[in-house]
């Protein structure tokens, strides 16, 4: 009857590959607190990974009207990752931007949007906010990944070699490293 409990199950199952222990316990916790954010949210973020996007949605759109303040640049965030995920690059960068809007050093939202931009071949823009990405982070797999796509973009073959070599050092398994070695 305890809905944290209830929810950290329904986390537990999730990330152990349980779907249908996850979704019942999920589900159990909103029918005791249905407006409860964060289990609307840690729900509607589990359905968006397995695939039903639609569902996830509308329960991150109610963490989105429950949460308080700058909280609710979490379920924007995960809003983002959700329409990333179903194809929906425009949905996305919205959501990316009202979760930068709410919270404004959100770094994964900054990244996440950077990574956006690129996708719709939007350099300067993605430039811009790695330039403010690595003013609050230090780097990911991810940044050198965008850093070195700009760099290429931008002819400039040195800074690109540079950051293919911090990737490939500092982050060996990661999947923005195996694109590019595929890529190579």
Known sequence: RNTETLNAIGLLKSRTNQPELASYYFQKALKIEPDNPVI??????????????AQGMNYLKNAVK?????????????SGVCARTSGDLNLAISYMEK??????????AIIELASLMIQKKDYQ???????????LSEPTALSLYIGYLIAKKKGQLNE?????????????????NIQLTKTS
């Open 40 to 53: 609307n949210n840690n729900y509607g973020q589990y359905l968006c990974a397995i695939g039903s996007h």
């Open 66 to 78: 429950k949460y308080k303040g700058n909280a609710r640049a979490i379920a924007f965030f995960n």
């Open 99 to 108: 979760t930068l809007i709410q919270s404004p050093n959100y770094i994964n």
């Open 160 to 176: 690109s070699k540079r950051l293919r070599i911090l990737l490939k050092n500092l982050f060996p398994f990661s999947k923005e």
């Open 125 to 135: 823009s993605a430039e811009k906010l790695l330039a403010r990405f690595n003013k």
